[in-house]
């Protein structure tokens, strides 16, 4: 007996929130970091409970794009992250606000 | 007949390649220098000399090199015609132009800038034969523009003095207003063949379309001369010439005197064709030249400075030149612009062989009882000086007796008049500058006197050359070899003898005055008082341009410079930054640069989006 898929998006709805949250609340970059994985996780649980429940198999290929996605995206974000704290020592979303006029 | 040649183009090449070797190769290579700088032009007289005798009897030779431009139906070539005016030019040019190569040598010997000074004077000989060769007017454009740039070179050659590099800047300006009027005179031939359907300069077709300019021909005639007063040193655009002579002396010689100064008479007698169209433009021509003429020689009679002395005596040559071609005599203007080569040249180099020995001296007070210690200089000055004050039979006398004649017996004998006058005024002033320097007591100093020599060899054989030239040149048939002007009469006998009488007279009163009685000048002077000072001041011209011109420009440039720019100018494009800068400032604190807030309106962005889509 599998639970409904109400279940399933629901508890894709709640991570992607604290994602969300986490982003927006958080001031440390590493953590603003690690939020946005969980939402695109979230987003990859509702794909897959979709993709099982209409016994089609696009959702699930679409994850595999996204987690290559992330992959590329966490080597990206945590090298840049790396040199901004080699040269301010922070990593402090706050104090990382030169990047305007 | 014209007969087209590919080699023609190397008469002008051959210099231009002295030019590059000097610019590239001379500075460190100064003894070639003194052989491919005067070589160049040699060659170029001798394949100019080649030229001539190929020439077709009546006819010309023609070398297409390139089209140069099209522009929509306008075209114009890069062509070179030698015909029989482009000839004589190009020979005076190349001819007169080596021997003062030759003699630069021995003059800028141990200059710091020789190399500079023979690339210059190269330079000068491309663009000089550029000017004389092309076929078309927007060319001969060029070669005025570029003789115009290297006389502004080469007066500021010692550009380390200031008054050098100023005498340089006023030759260039005054130039450009004249400039200004040959273009606009180009402009209106371009615009009234153009809408004829004759898109093109070339002055061939101009001449056998020229009945489609009758009605414009007045003015084009007119804006054309502007440019030639400019060029040519006739009044009111002649207050340049007297300060070019701050260049080297040779320059003097070849550049304001022999050659480029001649441009605007050439000019002319190259588009003579057009100003007999319009009879109101000539009648100009003349009376500018005539009381040109006269002015400079009133002037050249009461300087002290042997090059000032020479340099008015060119300003009034070349308006006998301007008086001929007024008065229709072209083939005897330009044969006075042939002669005034030989012997004006021969005068500039003998006056810088004298500065040369006197080592640095260019006041006539400080000069006298030259004759015996500069023998060669001697000799070939008294050529020129009789040439020029036109006795028989030195070459002035032919050439000018002709000018003076057909200008008697034109329409205006009144110029004819001015013209003997001016002949008087002549023989007096180089008379005067004959006595003075080579005559009576030296008044140098010891010293200069120690140091007193004739010129090497190198600079006097160029001068025996002229001097040569200054007696026999008037022997050439330059009117007849133009051919066409018949109507140009010969002056009977009656006249050349009162124009020798006017001649001797002239040099007589100089020997009077500066020789034997030496006394009497200063007397003149005192007695004359005022006018006398207003001569000697060059009747104040410059004076008058100051205040009339020079200054209310400044005035103008001042008014700009503390006014307009800083508060008009600037104020508009800083009352456009702050109009920029306040709107946007609202704006711009939206950019705060931290992510955070920027992934919230992202988020706002999103719920908005989907909220639409929702209640739709």
């Known amino acids: 007996m599998t639970p409904p898929l109400a279940w399933y998006l629901g508890l894709s709805a709640v991570l992607f929130a604290i994602g969300v949250l986490g982003v927006l609340i958080r001031r440390n970059v590493i953590v603003i970091f690690m939020a946005i994985e969980l939402m695109l996780n979230a987003v990859n649980l509702s794909f897959v409970a979709l993709a099982r429940s209409s016994g089609s198999m696009d959702g699930q290929v679409i994850v595999f794009f996204v987690m290559t996605v992330a992959a590329a995206e966490a080597a990206v974000g945590l090298a840049i992250i790396l040199s901004m704290f080699r040269n301010r020592e922070t990593t402090n979303a706050d104090e990382l606000a030169t990047l305007r006029w | ?616």
């Not at chain 2, 057909?406 to 001015?418: E, Q, W, Y």
């Not at chain 2, 004359?528 to 011209?541: E, H, I, N, P, T």
């Not at chain 2, 005035?555 to 009352?575: F, H, K, M």
Request: proline residues 3%; hydrophobic residues 55%.
């Open chain 2, 1 to 616: 007949m014209v007969i087209e040649t590919t080699w023609l183009r190397w008469i002008v090449a051959l210099p231009a390649l002295g030019v590059l070797f000097n610019v590239f190769v001379g500075r460190r290579a100064t003894g070639a220098v003194k052989l491919v700088g005067p070589g160049v032009v040699g060659a170029a007289f001798a394949l100019a000399v080649w030229a001539a005798l190929r020439r077709p009897e009546g006819g010309a030779l023609h070398d297409h090199v390139y089209t140069w431009i099209v522009a929509g139906p306008f075209r114009a070539e890069a062509g070179l015609s030698f015909d029989a005016l482009a000839m004589v030019m190009t020979l005076v040019v190349t001819g007169v132009g080596f021997l003062i190569h030759v003699y630069s040598v021995g003059y800028m010997h141990g200059d710091r800038g020789f190399a500079r000074y023979f690339a210059y004077l190269n330079l000068f000989t491309t663009a000089m034969l550029i000017l004389v060769l092309a076929d078309n007017l927007v060319l001969l454009f060029v070669g005025w523009e570029g003789v115009g740039l290297c006389s502004y070179l080469l007066i500021g050659f010692w550009y380390e003095k200031p008054e050098n590099a100023a005498a340089g800047k006023k030759a260039f300006l005054v130039n450009r207003v004249g400039d200004a009027g040959f273009l606009l005179g180009l402009f209106l031939v371009v615009a009234t063949l153009g809408g004829h359907g004759i898109w093109t300069l070339d002055v061939a077709t101009i001449q056998e379309n020229r009945a489609l300019l009758k009605d414009v021909a007045w003015l084009v005639c007119l804006l054309l001369f502007v440019g030639a007063t400019g060029k040519s040193a006739q009044l009111p655009l002649y207050v340049w010439l007297p300060d070019a002579m701050a260049g080297p002396t040779p320059v003097s010689a070849l550049i304001h005197a022999a050659t480029m100064v001649t441009a605007g008479v050439y000019m002319i007698a190259r588009l003579h064709f057009l100003y007999a169209l319009a009879p109101a433009a000539l009648a100009v021509v003349a009376v500018v030249g005539a009381l040109t003429a006269l002015f400079a020689a009133a002037v050249a009679t009461a300087q002290m400075d042997i090059k000032k002395v020479l340099a008015y005596s060119t300003v009034s040559q070349l308006g006998y030149m301007f008086l001929g071609l007024g008065v229709g005599a072209t083939g005897a203007a330009v044969f006075h612009l042939v002669t005034h080569a030989f012997f004006k040249a021969l005068l500039f180099l003998g006056a810088g062989s004298v500065i040369h020995g006197l080592g640095g001296e260019q006041d006539m007070e400080r000069m006298g009882g030259l004759g015996t210690r500069m023998r060669i200089t001697f000799v070939t000055m008294a050529a020129g000086t009789l040439a020029i004050a036109g006795v028989p039979p030195f070459s002035g006398f032919f050439s000018k007796d002709e000018i003076l004649w057909n200008a008697c017996a034109g329409a205006f004998p009144v110029l004819g008049v001015i013209g003997l006058l001016v002949a008087f005024l002549t023989a007096f002033y180089t008379g005067r500058l004959f006595c003075m320097t080579f005559f009576g007591e030296c008044r140098a100093s010891e010293d200069v006197q120690h140091h007193l020599h004739e010129s090497p060899a190198v600079m006097t054989l160029p001068l025996v050359v002229l001097a040569v030239l200054a007696c026999a040149g008037g022997f050439l048939d330059v009117p007849g070899l133009l051919g066409g002007e018949g109507h140009e009469a010969h002056a009977p006998l009656a006249f050349m003898l009162l124009a020798t009488a006017l001649a001797a007279g002239g040099l007589g009163l100089a020997w009077a005055l500066y020789v034997k009685w030496p006394g009497l000048p200063s007397l003149v002077a005192w007695r004359l008082g005022a006018f006398y000072r207003l001569v000697r001041d060059k009747f104040r011209v410059d004076e008058l341009y100051d205040a009339a011109v020079v200054r209310p420009v400044f005035a103008l440039a001042e008014v700009s410079a503390t006014r307009i720019d800083p508060q008009l100018i600037d104020g508009a494009v800083n009352g456009a930054g702050r109009v920029v800068s306040a709107t946007s400032g609202a704006w711009r604190r939206y950019q705060t640069g931290n992510v955070q807030h920027y992934a919230l309106s992202f988020l706002a962005g999103a719920l908005a989006l989907l909220g639409y889509w929702v209640t739709r």
